[in-house]
């Protein structure tokens, strides 16, 4: 007689928030913690994505949406307002990925770079850390990428943005210990939405630079921050964990 498989409820009680979660690893992120458990907070600025991801997850009553550009300190606080209860997990994965040239008609989108993919971080940051839980580590999660190591040559505000984000990781492990972890992961060439354009342009050069010989999966990358977000992690803070396929080792 054949038994029904045994719900999955390791984040049962958990309250996680989902930045850029309909963006192909936030959509994957969202999918697995809710199957896990988890009721989760999904936030992004694009308000149809939100409801595509809403409906396909399998637990509606466990997601929440926040539509919210976070491009303002009080942006990023209104969001998490809008979250009740003590919050375990902060997964930051809202950023933007725009080629530009060396000249002075650059600076508008290294402005933008910068502030959404870097001072949103630290806005969340210093409004969620009140919220967090207190009676065992809460865990903040950010998508740094393969960029800040290697340099990504015309994409040099996101390459700088990102690096950012790795030494904010860094302080921020030391200054929140030992009530949150603080970690980050760097993705390499993942095959969403985002890397479309330079995969367009120099695919055949880009997988010749990766050991594995393929673009990394979203749900790859998801499992790894559900990693970072676990009990298996509880030793693990201030680190950057490369999902690149081999790639800065090439």
């Known amino acids: 007689m054949s038994t029904a498989p045994a719900l999955d409820t390791r984040y049962a009680g958990a309250t996680i928030v989902v930045t850029g979660a309909a963006g192909g690893i936030g959509c994957e992120v969202c999918r697995l913690f809710v199957e896990r458990g988890a009721h989760v907070a999904l936030v992004d600025i694009r308000e149809r994505g939100l409801r595509e991801l809403e409906q396909q997850l399998s637990m509606p009553d466990r997601v929440q949406f926040v539509v919210s550009a976070l491009d303002s300190p009080e942006a990023c606080a209104a969001a998490i307002a809008q979250v009740s209860g003590p919050i ?3 997964v930051h994965l809202a950023g933007v990925f725009v080629p530009h040239g060396m000249d002075a008609a650059a600076r508008p989108t290294w402005d933008l770079t910068l502030a959404v993919n870097l001072s949103s971080a630290w806005d969340l940051a210093v409004a969620i850390t009140p919220r967090m839980r207190s009676d065992a580590p809460a865990r903040m999660v950010f ?10 040559f015309d994409h040099a505000a996101y390459s700088a943005a990102k690096g950012g984000l790795v030494g904010l990781t860094r302080a921020l492990s030391r200054g929140l210990a030992p009530r949150v972890l603080v970690n980050a992961l760097a993705p390499g060439i993942i095959d ?10 120099r695919g055949e050069r880009l997988m010749n630079e990766i050991p594995l010989r393929r673009w990394g999966r979203a749900t790859e990358v998801a499992e790894v921050i559900e990693f970072l977000c676990g009990p298996q992690s509880t ?10 396929g081999g790639m800065v080792n090439s």
Not at 143 to 152: D, I, K, L, N, Y
Not at 194 to 200: L, T
Not at 236 to 244: K, L, R, Y
Request: glycine share 10%.
């Open 88 to 90: 375990h997990v902060l």
């Open 143 to 152: 998508a740094a990428s393969v960029a800040f190591r290697r340099g990504s």
């Open 192 to 201: 969403t939405g985002m890397p479309a354009h330079i995969i367009r342009e």
């Open 235 to 244: 030793y693990i803070t201030g680190q950057v964990i490369n999902v690149d």
